[in-house]
């Protein structure tokens, strides 16, 4: 955030076993100044974001997914206010992302099985799904299985929005990128061989800026893949200097 900036995070909370607590916090505030925390209930925090206006949160809990006003007072504080919305998803949610109307939601993440450790064992997650929520008293949701594996495990998040917002792009352990509609959940091989069980690259982490999208692997050492999705010829850059 920059200087006078608001925000809210999400930060362990070592009394309570790991849970996690949604917390207001203050660039160069005044040190002694109370954190708020809140919807402790809520236990540990797998999902997190604000909308474009940032006058609505949301958030998720493994399978369960919310939506809530923020509160700003005169002081410059932000608190969590009115639950709007609540639902229970048929996975792990690790990705959420608001539409520029805040009126859907976006969630994906993957299946996870009770016995299964989401940090050690990330490659026995399973392949999930993500699914496109209208927000409203009685919310519509629309699922749509995902049937690659995509570089899931541990805080990695290998899905992007489209800046148009009618496309997820989303990348596997192997390398390859796919594309979803939003409106349909249509699924395209963009760019790769599509090697089903291949996971020689791991985890993976996407984000995108401008018409170029950028994925590091936890298994490739340190070069940074770009897909310039312009071209939609992907080609990988060194960057080990920076990656130290």
Same mark, same amino acid.
């Given at each position: 955030?920059?200087?006078?900036?608001?925000?809210?995070?999400?930060?362990?909370?070592?009394?309570?076993?790991?849970?996690?607590?949604?917390?207001?916090?203050?660039?160069?505030?005044?040190?002694?100044?109370?954190?708020?925390?809140?919807?402790?209930? #809520? @236990?540990?925090?797998?999902?997190?974001? +604000?909308?474009?206006?940032?006058? &609505?949160?949301?958030?998720?809990? %493994? *399978?369960?997914?919310?939506?809530?006003?923020?509160?700003?007072?005169?002081?410059?504080?932000?608190?969590?206010?009115?639950?709007?919305?609540?639902?229970?998803?048929?996975?792990?949610?690790?990705?959420?992302?608001?539409?520029?109307?805040?009126?859907?939601?976006?969630?994906?993440?993957?299946?996870?099985?009770?016995?299964?450790?989401?940090?050690?064992?990330?490659?026995?997650?399973?392949?999930?799904?993500?699914?496109?929520?209208?927000?409203?008293?009685?919310?519509?949701?629309?699922?749509?299985?995902?049937?690659?594996?995509?570089? #899931? @495990?541990?805080?990695?998040?290998?899905? +992007?929005?489209?800046?148009?917002? &009618?496309?997820?792009?989303?990348? %596997? *352990?192997?390398?390859?990128?796919?594309?979803?509609?939003?409106?349909?959940?249509?699924?395209?091989?963009?760019?790769?061989?599509?090697?089903?069980?291949?996971?020689?690259?791991?985890?993976?982490?996407?984000?995108?800026?401008?018409?170029?999208?950028?994925?590091?692997?936890?298994?490739?050492?340190?070069?940074?893949?770009?897909?310039?999705?312009?071209?939609?010829?992907?080609?990988?850059?060194?960057?080990?200097?920076?990656?130290?």
């Amino acid at each position: 955030t920059s200087e006078g900036e608001k925000g809210i995070l999400s930060l362990p909370d070592s009394g309570k076993n790991g849970d996690w607590q949604v917390y207001d916090y203050f660039v160069n505030s005044d040190r002694d100044r109370p954190i708020k925390n809140e919807l402790c209930d #809520w @236990g540990l925090l797998t999902a997190l974001t +604000v909308d474009k206006t940032a006058s &609505r949160v949301a958030l998720a809990a %493994d *399978k369960r997914t919310g939506t809530f006003d923020l509160i700003y007072d005169e002081h410059g504080g932000v608190s969590v206010g009115k639950q709007r919305t609540e639902t229970i998803l048929p996975f792990s949610a690790v990705w959420l992302c608001f539409l520029s109307d805040s009126e859907c939601l976006i969630a994906a993440g993957y299946d996870l099985d009770s016995s299964c450790d989401r940090y050690f064992n990330w490659h026995q997650l399973g392949v999930g799904c993500w699914a496109h929520i209208k927000l409203s008293d009685s919310p519509k949701i629309s699922f749509h299985q995902f049937d690659i594996n995509l570089g #899931w @495990g541990s805080s990695g998040v290998p899905l +992007v929005l489209s800046k148009d917002e &009618r496309t997820i792009f989303g990348v %596997d *352990k192997s390398g390859c990128l796919y594309s979803w509609n939003v409106s349909s959940g249509e699924r395209n091989l963009i760019s790769g061989i599509d090697r089903h069980g291949d996971t020689k690259l791991g985890i993976a982490h996407v984000a995108l800026l401008e018409n170029t999208l950028f994925c590091g692997f936890n298994r490739d050492g340190y070069p940074l893949h770009t897909f310039p999705l312009s071209s939609l010829d992907p080609c990988k850059i060194k960057m080990s200097h920076m990656m130290r």
